[in-house]
């Protein structure tokens, strides 16, 4: 797989002490590109949580790989932190780099794991360099679906604590086409599959871990319930409906109504199948049934996302230029109810005689706590 126009390109890969002279400045300084008087490595927000995140699942159809890769910078905690996991037939293999950001933001790669922008919001290409912990890839990621933006503007009358300003987190989602190569155990497998990203900026939930959080509390690890699916005729990313780039339709749509039915694992609590309907704006109501593919599972603890698995990290702390990482076997049932949180699970999908598979994340066991509750919304199957 070639790097394709730019993927060494040096302004992206200059080094740091080059510029160390020149603080506050950056290479990024160079372009025409800025929004503010400030040079373009300091934020606007002096709010410690800001941060800049790309997130991504890649998985084929059969239900044997799934891979699902990160990262963040937070500007004003000068951190960078980035995860790759991948799961093969029931094992999840996870490795997490850390190290400060330096000057040079446009280098957006941290220790093995080193994605780099070849098209904006088009194209993408995910490397996981060989490292201690038994796994790499070399992906071409391809967009497929239009990107909308959002923000996501927190209430002053809602706010936590009471008074506060409003936290804004902004960005787009979308859905593509992957290919490439994963290595698992020294083992080569091609992937030929699907997949769906996001790129979101903003004040960041949970990131810093409590310590950044109203009353010193430990944060969630994210909303109760997403789902990523895409068929021919419609894709669902969260609230909102995307089409394909060219299609006739209007821009996008959106999600009004979600009312699930789900049933989940004895003992561990976590998601095994169910069903959605979905209204959407234009009046249709989509009836999506998904079934879990064995234990082809991201637990996205080992991406921080809650802490780390033993609850040592948060998302945006400072531990210094490390790499690290581990494997699970998400067969064994203790595991799944150790690792349990925000979780990605790759499923079978029906809907309207149409099959496919995709993303189902919720929130473990907060979604079985919804349903045992009745709330609005949530039923068990």
């Known amino acids: 797989m070639t790097a394709g126009p730019g993927a060494g390109s040096d302004w992206a890969f200059e080094a740091d002490d080059h510029f160390a002279e020149q603080f506050p400045l950056s290479p990024l300084d160079d372009h025409l590109i800025h929004q503010t008087p400030d ?18 699942v890649f998985h084929d159809q059969t239900g044997d790989l799934l891979v ?37 933001r446009g280098n957006i790669q941290v220790g093995p794991i080193r994605p780099t922008v070849l098209e904006g919001m088009r194209r993408w290409r995910h490397e996981l360099a060989a490292n201690a912990f038994g796994i790499a890839y070399d992906l071409d990621w391809r967009d497929s679906h239009r990107q909308v933006y959002r923000a996501a503007y927190g209430s002053l009358e809602t706010g936590s604590p009471s008074g506060g300003q409003r936290h804004v987190t902004a960005g787009f989602e979308g859905f593509g086409t992957v290919s490439g190569w994963v290595e698992i155990a020294g083992e080569r497998h091609q992937l030929t599959g699907r997949g769906t990203r996001d790129r979101h900026w903003g004040i ?16 969630k690890a994210g909303w109760i319930g997403g789902v990523w699916i895409a068929f021919p005729s419609f894709a669902i990313w969260g609230p909102i409906v995307l089409y394909p780039f060219g299609d006739v339709r209007r821009r996008h749509g959106k999600v009004r109504k979600v009312a699930r039915r789900l049933a989940f694992e004895e003992g561990t609590q976590v998601f095994s199948h ?16 998904f079934e879990k593919i064995g234990q082809q599972s991201a637990y996205m603890k080992c991406g921080l996302y809650g802490g780390s698995p033993d609850g040592t990290i948060w998302q945006g702390d400072s531990v210094g230029e490390r790499v690290e990482g581990d494997c699970f076997d998400l067969n064994d049932p203790a595991t ?6 925000l979780n990605e699970h790759h499923c079978r999908i029906t809907c309207d005689g149409e099959d496919t598979t995709g993303i189902l994340q919720p929130l473990e066991p907060d979604a079985y706590e919804a349903c045992r509750r009745g709330e609005p919304g949530w039923r068990f199957l």
Request: no cysteine; proline share 8%; aromatic share 10%.
């Open 68 to 104: 699902v890769t990160g990262g963040s910078f937070y500007p004003n905690l000068d951190t960078a932190e980035a995860f790759a996991i991948v799961t093969h037939k029931g094992v999840q293999r996870s490795v997490r780099a850390f190290r400060p950001i330096g000057a040079n």
């Open 204 to 219: 960041g939930r949970g990131v810093g871990g409590p310590r950044f959080q109203p009353g010193g509390r430990a944060p």
């Open 274 to 289: 169910g069903e959605a309907d979905f209204t959407l704006d234009d009046g249709s109501v989509k009836r999506v049934r």
């Open 39 to 56: 040079p373009m490595r300091i934020v606007a927000s002096t709010d410690p949580r800001f941060f800049e995140r790309h997130w991504n």
């Open 336 to 341: 799944r109810l150790a690792l349990r949180g």
